[in-house]
């Protein structure tokens, strides 16, 4: 049985305007140490689908027309507040992405930290400040037995997000949220953060679910990538298979349209035309036909569902493996550049 398994999950926002479909029927599944990159333009439902697996979405505006998160076995959507408490921190835990605004201004980072430990782990105060100052160590910030008592505008940019990774691990969790951990960060401390998520998955064994709009990080630390788009699930498979060989047009777009060093000068950037498809009133037939490269009379009037197109690798797209390469080649030859 898998550790977390996300079955047709509905995340829906009443406003004046109609009903936001902010995530319309996604589903994944995810193992024991296992990452999962979940990848997408901003407004394509990434960070709402982590949201709703931590029932931290406010009800109302939000409600769950369908779906299970089944966490352990356990429907998560049927949970009281009061037992989600207990599996918030402990079982599951999140890394936000603008730490400046997490972490309370007023508290010092050991308080913080400490308090997230006590309460699931009923320990003495001074076992948490023990827990405190070696997540701290563990997550490479210097001296941090004088740390643990500083404050967050204290720390740099990077030393806050790698406080905010601390307090997510302090209790252990089985699962680790990380809704653009990188986004912030220059290059450098962005390179430094995903190895050093990577050493402490080794070390704890933990589940992480990353949430990006850069294809390059979960290059870096997937197993497996889901492509979201238009609040759905559009590509699903290995992480090599997604990057190297994507069978949707979105994601081929996606992937076109960042530069890579290792292709400078040799394939020119395809930018993505359009706009992201409002979720209130999402286009007949497929979301992506308006802005698809690929596109097909029939794109307007069909509605695609995740389709295996290869073992362990499916797309919504109507069209086959090979009027997608064909597409492929197609661009690629009428911009002069061999296929990437």
Known sequence: MALLEVKNLKTHFKTPDGIVKAVDGVSFTVDEGETLGIVGESGSGKSVTAMSLMQLNPVPPCFYPEGEILFEGRNLLEASEREMQKIRGDDMAMIFQDPMTSLNPVFTVGDQIMEAVRVHQKVSKKEARDKAIEVLRDVGIANPEKRVDEYPHQYSGGMRQRAMIAMALSCNPKILLADEPTT????????????????????????????????????????????????????????????????????????????????????????????????????????FAPRCPFVKDECHEIDPGLEEKRPGHRAACILSVEEIEENKHRIDAELGVEQA
């Not at 990577?198 to 992480?208: H, P, R």
């Not at 990353?210 to 559009?234: F, N, P, S």
């Open 184 to 287: 912030a960060l220059d290059v450098t401390i962005q390179a430094q953060i995903l190895e050093l998520m990577v050493g402490l998955q080794e070390k704890y064994g933990t589940a992480i679910i990353m949430i990006t709009h850069d294809l390059g990080v979960v290059a870096q630390l997937a197993d497996k990538i889901m492509v979201m788009y238009g609040g759905r699930a559009v590509e699903t498979g290995p992480t090599d298979d997604v990057f190297y060989d994507p069978l949707m047009p979105y994601s081929w777009s996606l992937i076109r349209s960042i530069p890579r060093l290792d292709k400078a000068g040799e394939v020119r950037l395809l930018p993505i035309k359009g706009s992201p498809p409002s979720l209130i009133f999402l286009p007949k037939g497929c979301n």
